[in-house]
């Protein structure tokens, strides 16, 4: 049975589908063996009371053991839990739902997908649970500490061909933010830079290189010395429009990663990221018809002078 079957035939566990891991080669005589040196921030009661729950799994979807022997080379499949994860008390709103795609506006402090100490505070799991969608995907996704607009796909059959818009740029995306308003700026103006990884994993960068990301950057509004922003990405690099309002030296307002990386857990949820995705079009791929998406979400106003 290929891998990939077996992932998809696998019940969820209060809407957290199964992850897998390969054992790696190493002298490991049992599957707790394994698992414990693997991630060792678990500990072996932990271990205990899912492999007796039946949420350890072996290459064929079978139940395991803690002294099954661990192969070397064999898949576990095995479901996330977070301890003491943090509650975020902002919720989401459903816009549009069809039987191929879902189209949600997210809040400024919900992960989109389960990473690190985010798992049922996510997204993702949150649309899981109360729509009673096992298997929705996120067909594209934005960041943590941004709110608007996330496209999910709700059917296997169709799911390719929807995230083909985002891999093939046939998603034109606008996005609003609040920044500094430079009198000097001539705007609209094109950004077309590379950016890479920066000093800090958290961190991107523009670095010499081959164009790789390109955004295009209007004025909506002013205020005195702030501004309201519309952003077109044109390209989807991780962080693109943080970085180059940061490179135009129009940090978005309350950024907690540009220009300085700010200690983790010392956001306010009074002071949100201002950047929203607000809107995605695009010629729906199954139907022919053109989509337009607009969020429902605000920026907060204007700093007063």
């Given at each position: 049975?290929?891998?990939?079957?077996?992932?998809?035939?696998?019940?969820?566990?209060?809407?957290?589908?199964?992850?897998?891991?390969?054992?790696?080669?190493?002298?490991?005589?049992r599957v707790m063996d394994f698992l414990l040196a693997r991630f060792p921030h678990i500990s072996p009661q932990d271990w205990q009371q899912r492999l007796a729950q039946g949420q350890v799994l072996g290459d064929q979807g079978q139940p395991l053991q803690a002294d099954t022997p661990a192969l070397e080379g064999g898949w576990l499949y095995y479901y996330r839990a977070v301890e003491n994860e943090a509650v975020i008390p902002f919720e989401h709103q459903v816009l549009y739902r069809d039987a191929?795609?879902?189209?949600?506006?997210?809040?400024?402090?919900?992960?989109?997908?389960?990473?690190?100490?985010?798992?049922?505070?996510?997204?993702?799991?949150?649309?899981?649970?109360?729509?009673?969608?096992?298997?929705?995907?996120?067909?594209?996704?934005?960041?943590?500490?941004?709110?608007?607009?996330?496209?999910?796909?709700?059917?296997?059959?169709?799911?390719?061909?929807?995230?083909?818009?985002?891999?093939?740029?046939?998603?034109?995306?606008?996005?609003?933010?609040?920044?500094?308003?430079?009198?000097?700026?001539?705007?609209?103006?094109?950004?077309?830079?590379?950016?890479?990884?920066?000093?800090?994993?958290?961190?991107?960068?523009?670095?010499?290189?081959?164009?790789?990301?390109?955004?295009?950057?209007?004025?909506?509004?002013?205020?005195?010395?702030?501004?309201?922003?519309?952003?077109?990405?044109?390209?989807?690099?991780?962080?693109?429009?943080?970085?180059?309002?940061?490179?135009?030296?129009?940090?978005?307002?309350?950024?907690?990663?540009?220009?300085?990386?700010?200690?983790?857990?010392?956001?306010?949820?009074?002071?949100?990221?201002?950047?929203?995705?607000?809107?995605?079009?695009?010629?729906?791929?199954?139907?022919?018809?053109?989509?337009?998406?607009?969020?429902?979400?605000?920026?907060?106003?204007?700093?007063?002078?």
């Amino acid at each position: 049975m290929r891998l990939a079957n077996v992932l998809r035939g696998l019940p969820t566990h209060d809407g957290v589908s199964a992850s897998r891991v390969v054992i790696a080669p190493g002298r490991w005589a049992r599957v707790m063996d394994f698992l414990l040196a693997r991630f060792p921030h678990i500990s072996p009661q932990d271990w205990q009371q899912r492999l007796a729950q039946g949420q350890v799994l072996g290459d064929q979807g079978q139940p395991l053991q803690a002294d099954t022997p661990a192969l070397e080379g064999g898949w576990l499949y095995y479901y996330r839990a977070v301890e003491n994860e943090a509650v975020i008390p902002f919720e989401h709103q459903v816009l549009y739902r069809d039987a191929h795609l879902l189209v949600v506006d997210k809040p400024h402090f919900l992960p989109v997908v389960p990473s690190g100490k985010y798992l049922q505070h996510t997204l993702l799991l949150r649309l899981k649970q109360s729509l009673e969608l096992p298997h929705l995907v996120p067909i594209h996704r934005i960041d943590r500490d941004t709110a608007g607009l996330v496209m999910f796909s709700l059917q296997t059959a169709s799911r390719d061909v929807y995230s083909a818009l985002f891999r093939e740029r046939r998603v034109e995306k606008t996005y609003e933010a609040t920044a500094a308003f430079n009198a000097a700026l001539a705007v609209p103006v094109r950004r077309e830079s590379c950016i890479q990884v920066g000093a800090h994993f958290m961190q991107q960068a523009e670095v010499p290189g081959a164009v790789n990301a390109i955004t295009e950057v209007d004025v909506l509004e002013v205020c005195g010395p702030w501004a309201r922003y519309q952003l077109r990405p044109l390209s989807g690099q991780r962080h693109q429009l943080r970085v180059h309002m940061m490179a135009l030296g129009l940090p978005i307002l309350n950024d907690g990663i540009y220009p300085q990386l700010t200690p983790e857990g010392s956001s306010d949820p009074g002071k949100p990221l201002q950047l929203l995705a607000k809107s995605l079009a695009f010629k729906d791929p199954v139907s022919g018809r053109s989509m337009v998406f607009e969020s429902q979400l605000r920026l907060l106003p204007l700093p007063p002078l």
